[in-house]
T-cell receptor, first 115, second 110 residues
């Protein structure tokens, strides 16, 4: 089945130690998104890629970076994780259609713990 | 950009129909309304999507009045497994921006 895959599902890192989260998709979608979701809160969009074009949300901290080496993969890099970065990180994709609804499909998420 | 307003929580009993209403007062002409379901420690799951009037699929119905300033997700005959958080989103055409509302926490009781 076509899907959005996130690895690992659970990640533990130390304060200040760089960490990378991975997302892959078999939907061949043009757009890939990263969200941060803290406990009992709604997902918050960090950035998205349309193909190779990177689009950062204005309030996304510089500590968060992303890479998309090809259509299928997208990575979230947290350069120096702080305790406040502990959250669920969600990857999503959409086709990028410009007429009609551009539905997003989400992966299962990676829960990040910062010690 | 349209923001959504939903009730924070709702309780229901098994077998009942549940209606969750979302307000999106400044929705634009080409924007679509989408609903997602999220269980703890999982990603949001697409439920249904619509533009106007009524849309029905195998799990839910979506009612959108003519002015499109609100929408109602209808879940027929809920079960305990429908206990989850439900999010209403407005898809802003051509911007790839998805602003989640606060969500509605539905608890289904036996």
């Amino acid at each position: 089945d076509a899907m959005v895959i996130q690895n690992p599902r659970y990640q533990v890192t130390q304060f200040g130690k760089p960490v990378t989260l991975s997302c892959s998709q078999t939907l061949n979608h043009n757009v890939m998104y990263w969200y941060q979701q803290k406990s009992s809160q709604a997902p918050k969009l960090l950035f998205h890629y349309y193909d190779k074009d990177f689009n950062n949300e204005a309030d996304t901290p510089d500590n968060f970076q992303s890479r998309r080496p090809n259509t299928s993969f997208c990575f979230l890099d947290i350069r120096s994780p702080g305790l406040g970065d502990a959250a669920m990180y969600l990857c999503a994709t959409s086709s990028g259609r410009t007429s009609g609804p551009d539905t997003q499909y989400f992966g299962p998420g990676t829960r990040l713990t910062v010690l | 950009l349209a923001k959504t307003t939903q009730p924070i929580s709702m309780d229901s009993y098994e077998g009942q129909e549940v209606n969750i209403t979302c307000s999106h007062n400044n929705i634009a002409t080409n924007d679509y309304i989408t609903w997602y379901q999220q269980f703890p420690s999982q990603g949001p799951r697409f439920i249904i999507q619509g533009y106007k009037t009524k849309v029905t699929n195998e799990v839910a119905s979506l009612f959108i009045p003519a002015d499109r300033k609100s929408s109602t997700l209808s879940l027929p005959r809920v079960s305990l497994s429908d206990t989850a958080v439900y999010y209403c989103l407005v898809i802003f055409s051509g911007t790839y921006k998805y602003i989640f509302g606060t969500g509605t926490r539905l608890k289904v009781l036996a």
